[in-house]
């Protein structure tokens, strides 16, 4: 199976993201939302530099350096 590290926290973040901005816009508990959005929108941030860095190392010149 190849799985690429950081799908899941992508995709997690991606969904509480959502879940944030739902929140926020009908101005369910403010603050609590506004930290949910932050929340998933770090996990996104940092699930993409997983996917990037992991896709950098499988090139064939990464192996000869």
């Known amino acids: 199976m190849n799985n690429r590290e950081g799908i899941i926290p992508t995709a997690l973040g991606a969904a509480v993201t959502i879940v944030g901005t739902a929140l926020v816009t009908n101005k369910i508990m403010p603050k609590f939302a506004s930290g949910i ?4 929108l770090a996990h996104v941030v940092l699930g993409s530099i997983d996917l990037v860095e992991h896709r950098q190392k499988k090139h064939w010149y990464n192996e000869i350096l």
Do not use: A, K, N, T
């Open 37 to 40: 959005l932050g929340f998933g």
